[in-house]
T-cell receptor, first 113, second 114 residues
Framework: AAGVIQSPRHLIKEKRETATLKCYPI?????VYWYQQGPGQDPQFLIS???????DKGSIPDRFSAQQFSDYHSELNMSSLELGDSALYFC????????????FGQGTRLTVV | AQSVTQLGSHVSVSEGALVLLRCNYS??????LFWYVQYPNQGLQLLLK??????LVKGINGFEAEFKKSETSFHLTKPSAHMSDAAEYFC????????????FGKGTKLSVKP
């Protein structure tokens, strides 16, 4: 069965650079969620989109933005990167209309140097 | 506001022994509760979930959890640990409106000794 695809799997950036993470949800899923998991930490909810509109907002820094496109894929844009942004970024998707659970991708490991 | 507390950041058991990972929740609304497993450098895989149906929930890999409202608990158990169960386990809560907007506990790392 198709799963949530995230790209890239690994990314190394320097401080003050920008990064774009991509997420391709399970086909027919209408909702995408982004989470940040710092080293040794629990995942923290950043933001979610339902039918291309922002639906919930968590602890997402102002330097980050995200959107969901017409094909339901989503991108997380991160600017002015800081060392503390180094983390595993997860995308998850679900079918909100029938309220399924969220299925997580493998994550993108971002390292800021 | 919702939250979950996982008691014990590290749990070590012998192969074949009972696994018990503790999770207590706090929620002002009827919660949905989840257990996810994470292997090193991997994503989160759903083990099982409680969505207000049966209080005893069976999941994958022989795990199960029981929702106890009186104790506000949702402990994860497995009768006999296997080496492949060594991983990090996260308890999570959501409201009934969105199962993807999750609040996670701090996680419990399970080690299995041969």
């Amino acid at each position: 069965a198709a799963g949530v695809i995230q790209s890239p799997r690994h990314l190394i950036k320097e401080k003050r650079e920008t990064a774009t993470l991509k997420c391709y949800p399970i086909p027919r899923h209408d909702t995408v969620y982004w989470y940040q998991q710092g080293p040794g930490q629990d995942p923290q909810f950043l933001i979610s989109f339902y039918e291309k509109m922002q639906s919930d907002k968590g602890s997402i820094p102002d330097r980050f933005s995200a959107q969901q496109f017409s094909d339901y894929h989503s991108e997380l844009n991160m600017s002015s990167l800081e060392l503390g942004d180094s983390a595993l970024y997860f995308c998850a998707s679900s079918l909100r209309t029938v309220n399924t659970e969220a299925f997580f991708g493998q994550g993108t490991r971002l390292t800021v140097v | 506001a919702q939250s979950v507390t996982q008691l014990g950041s590290h749990v070590s058991v012998s192969e074949g022994a009972l696994v018990l990972l503790r999770c207590n929740y706090s929620s002002s609304v009827p919660p949905y509760l989840f257990w996810y497993v994470q292997y090193p450098n991997q994503g989160l895989q759903l083990l099982l979930k409680y969505t207000s149906a049966a209080t005893l929930v069976k999941g994958i890999n022989g795990f199960e959890a029981e929702f106890k409202k009186s104790e506000t608990s949702f402990h994860l158990t497995k009768p006999s640990a296997h080496m492949s169960d060594a991983a990090e386990y996260f308890c999570a809560v959501s409201d009934q409106g969105s199962q993807g907007n999750l609040i996670f506990g701090k996680g419990t790392k399970l080690s299995v000794k041969p």
